[in-house]
């Protein structure tokens, strides 16, 4: 009975304690919730707070501001060169259009289009067959000229006969001589050589055509004595002349030199508003007629210029500007810029040369904004 009653006062205690620890929990959530909401509160009122003194205290704005983490790269002083690119074309002094001399038919075109041959290799060769046979028969009758020639030279020795006899068979004999030298000249120039190296550009005869003295048969290319040229906008008709150095470049085979330029252009192409260039090319095997280069002409020089990377330069209703470092904060400083060459620009007003520039982070920072500077 005692342990029983003793059972019944422990659960009342317990109950006790859990009743009371339960009141205590609830008081201590409803005053964090208190908390809370006094904090918001205040935090709200404290973003306000700053929000007007940022908008009319430039100072604390600044201070208010958390640093940002940049890099930076130094302004550079020195010369700068500006270069103009135009694409030009690889010409040739010997293209040339090869045509027919003699009359016939076309037998063979050991050339095609596109085809290397040296000088001398065979293009083409026309029919000469009565050209060989009148060859025959004037060298037939060419020696009987010359053994009446031997006999009257030989009478004409003992001052047996006429000298008009001996002239006439000198003369005979001579003048058969060169008949045969000219058609043997007429047969040679049925067959249609290289006049020099070079490359066959376009195939105008077909097998079997019938061509005359005076037909073209080829347009020929020589693979020497090639040359640039390329049309200049006239607004640097000032800026080259003869014997200016230009470096000119070649994609396709990537590969550069430095030449000179041979000749300028003294008419204006109403059209497009150019005027012809024209550059020595230097003999290069792998230099073809037609092909792409460009060409970089130096138009500008400095020799103390402020250069800045061109990408650090942004833009406002103002105009140009970058941000220059300037004791733990980022300052807006507007400037004129000059002539771009890759990614490096002359300013020509608005810095010295010794400044230092936000690099990266160049785009996050505004002005007055601090900014810790990166070590790496």
């Known amino acids: ?26 008081a201590k959530k409803a ?16 973003k306000a707070l700053e929000a007007e003194l940022i908008a009319t205290d430039p100072e604390f704005a600044a201070s208010a501001k958390k640093p ?11 010369e700068f060169t500006h270069y103009v690119e135009v694409t030009g074309s690889v010409l040739s002094k010997k293209n040339v259009n090869i045509s027919a001399e003699t009359v016939g038919r076309i037998l063979e075109i050991p050339a095609i289009e596109g085809m290397r041959v040296a000088k001398g290799q065979i293009l083409a060769k026309v029919d000469a067959e009565s050209i ?9 009758s ?18 047996i006969g006429t000298e008009i006899q001996y002239l006439e068979a000198k003369s005979r004999k001579e003048g058969l001589e060169k008949s045969v030298a000219s058609m043997k000249t007429q047969l040679a120039k049925s067959i249609i050589r290289a006049p020099f190296d070079g490359t066959v550009e376009t195939v105008r005869v077909r097998l079997g ?4 003295p005076g037909s073209q048969l080829f347009q020929f290319v020589g693979e020497r004595d090639l040359f640039i040229e390329a049309d200049i906008s006239e607004s640097y008709i ?9 470096e000119i470049s070649f994609p396709s085979i990537n590969k550069s030199l430095r030449t000179k330029v041979s000749a300028t252009g003294s008419i204006i192409n109403p059209n497009n508003r150019t005027f012809k260039v024209e550059v020595f090319l230097p003999h290069l095997p792998e230099v073809k007629p037609n092909m792409i280069t460009v060409l970089k002409i130096q138009d500008y020089k400095n020799a103390e210029s402020v250069v800045v990377p061109a990408h650090l330069i942004l833009s406002d209703t103002k105009g140009d500007y ?3 470092v300037e004791n733990g904060l980022a300052k807006k400083n507007y400037v004129t810029r000059g002539y771009t060459t890759g990614d490096q620009t002359e300013i020509r007003e608005g810095l010295v040369g010794s400044e230092i520039l936000v690099d990266k982070g160049f785009r996050e920072v505004g002005d007055n904004f601090s900014v810790n500077v990166s070590k790496q």
């Open 1 to 26: 009975m005692k342990l029983q009653l003793t059972f019944v006062t422990l659960m009342i205690l317990l109950l006790g304690v859990v009743s009371c620890t339960g009141d205590d929990l609830e």
């Open 31 to 46: 005053e964090l919730e208190a908390l809370k909401s006094d904090l918001s509160e205040i935090t709200t009122q404290i």
């Open 68 to 78: 940002l983490l940049i890099t930076t790269v130094p302004a550079q002083k020195g």
């Open 132 to 140: 060989q046979r009148s060859i025959e028969e004037m060298e037939n």
């Open 142 to 159: 060419l020696a009987l000229a010359r053994t009446v020639f031997e006999k009257q030279e030989r009478l004409w020795g003992q001052k």
């Open 209 to 212: 055509e019938l061509v005359q």
């Open 238 to 246: 000032g800026a080259l002349a003869k014997g200016d150095s230009v």
């Open 322 to 324: 970058l941000f220059v």
